[in-house]
Each structure stands twice: as C-alpha cells, then as structure tokens.
C-alpha cells in the first residue's frame, strides 16, 4: 500500500517535471518566433498535464499526490531554466563601451570570428568607443572573455535579439 501511494507520487512528479520543463522551452520558442516547434511542444505539454491532472484529480484523499504535483511544478520550473540557459537558443545583441581601447576590441572580437560593428560615441566624461555584435547566446560567455583580456573596464550589457536577419553570421569551428 505504502509503495504504491508513494510510486504513484512520483510518477505524477515526474509527469510534473516534464511537463512544466517542456512548457518553459516552449514559451522560449514562442518568444523567438519558432512557431511550429512551440506547437509541437504545447502538445506534448498538455498531453503530459492532462495524465499528471488526472491522476492527482482522481486522488485528492492522498496527500502524496499532491505534494509530488505541486513538488513537480517546482523541480520542473528550475530544470525548464536549467536547461534553457544550457540550451541557450537564439542570439544576443553585445554593446561593448571602451574609454580608450576600441578599435583593439573590434578587432580581436573580429579575428575571434565574430562581426563588429565600431562607432564613436559621446560618454558622460567625452568621447568613447561603442562596438556592437550579434552572436549565438552560447557564444556569450567566450566573447566576454576576449573583451575582457583586451580591456577589463569596459562597460558591457547584454541582451537578447528576438530575430536576427543577415548580417555577419559566425560561424562556430
């Protein structure tokens, strides 16, 4: 008895893991404009929640399987992050702001293999150097590295491009 209460919580926070995973990939799609992959993953995401439901549903008189769906939710929403941020789909938009070393940060970002676009720009103590790029979300992290060794106090954000058209592509080696 006590085995199959338990197995049965399990199973439905497993469902649960899945499911909420699955729907946090999926709103990423959704953002990016991947229409028919957000689809594909909306289905399996009901279809998921609906045996998930029905068994909780069907067993509101154990505790159990209440604490391994609202458990499931939980695990399922931090493994859904997890795995987007190792998925890391689409692409980032990087402005890069330099006092003094601009044009050597365009062109170690350009030898890397990378697009740079380089502007002057007006900071609030004078001139500066603006350098923008587009690459890949997984490529993020080793391009902060090579803007870092060239100039450490560069000023830095980083933010997500919805959609990305022409351009300089890199093209991962």
Do not use: C
């Amino acid at each position: 008895m006590v085995w199959t209460v338990l197995s049965s919580a399990l199973l439905i926070f497993a469902l649960r893991l899945i499911e909420v995973s699955i729907g946090t990939i999926r709103t990423t799609m959704v953002v990016r404009g991947k229409r028919v992959e957000a689809a594909v993953l909306g289905f399996l995401e009901v279809s998921i929640w609906v045996v998930a439901a029905s068994q909780v549903i069907g067993h509101l008189d154990t505790i159990w399987n209440v604490v391994g769906y609202s458990g499931g939710y939980v695990a399922g929403t931090l493994m859904g992050m997890w795995l987007e941020g190792r998925l890391a789909l689409g692409h980032a938009d990087i402005h890069i702001v330099s006092m003094t070393k601009g044009p050597e940060l365009a062109q170690k970002v350009r030898q890397a293999g990378y697009g740079a676009t380089q502007l002057p720009a007006q900071g609030q103590s004078g001139p500066v150097h603006l350098i923008e790029v587009v690459a890949p979300r997984k490529r993020v992290t080793h391009l902060l590295s090579l803007v870092n060794e060239v100039d450490a106090t560069s000023f830095v954000t980083v933010t997500e491009a919805r959609q990305v058209r022409h351009g300089y592509q890199h093209i991962v080696k």
